[in-house]
């Protein structure tokens, strides 16, 4: 088994919501290891390359808007096959109907047609993970 490397972010409603906390402890009781942390709002650039293969689409100003609301808490996260893992954990992308159980499906919901505030981004490959995590991480 190979041990990875995932970029997890609690978006700005996660944080102001107060549930960093809850986010982390579920990554924690899993099994996964916190390696590195970083609390502070993304500026556009660093947005614009984090989204880049969502330019272009409808909901990609709003969810740069969005992410760009408040502070997000960047976390680098280790274990094995965790990039699969989050993703398992987070739910699918769409919080009103993530599964239960999951961290959208549990803590999460449309509040107005607002797909983009989900909590929680985590990175959906080794390539995209590598990349993230130099983005957030340097
Ligand atoms: P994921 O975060 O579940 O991997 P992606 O398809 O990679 O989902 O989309 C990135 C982010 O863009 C989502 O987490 C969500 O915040 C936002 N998003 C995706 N689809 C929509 C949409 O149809 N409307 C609004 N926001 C969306």
Do not use: C
């Amino acid at each position: 088994m190979a041990i990875e490397e995932t970029l997890v972010l609690v978006k700005p409603d996660g944080v102001k919501r107060q549930l960093t906390g809850e986010i982390l402890s579920r990554i924690e009781r899993k099994g996964y290891e916190i390696v590195d942390i970083r609390k502070f709002t993304p500026e556009r650039e660093l947005l614009a390359a984090h989204y880049a293969e969502h330019e272009g689409k409808p909901f990609y100003e709003p969810l740069v808007e969005f992410m760009m609301s408040g502070d997000v808490v960047a976390v680098r996260v280790a274990g094995d096959r965790v990039i699969e893992g989050f993703r398992s954990l987070a739910g699918t992308t769409d919080p009103t109907t993530a599964a239960p159980g999951t961290i959208r499906g549990d803590l999460g919901r449309d509040w107005g047609l607002k797909v983009q505030q989900n909590l929680v981004h985590g990175s959906d490959s080794v390539e995209s993970a590598q990349r993230e995590l130099g983005l957030w991480f340097g």
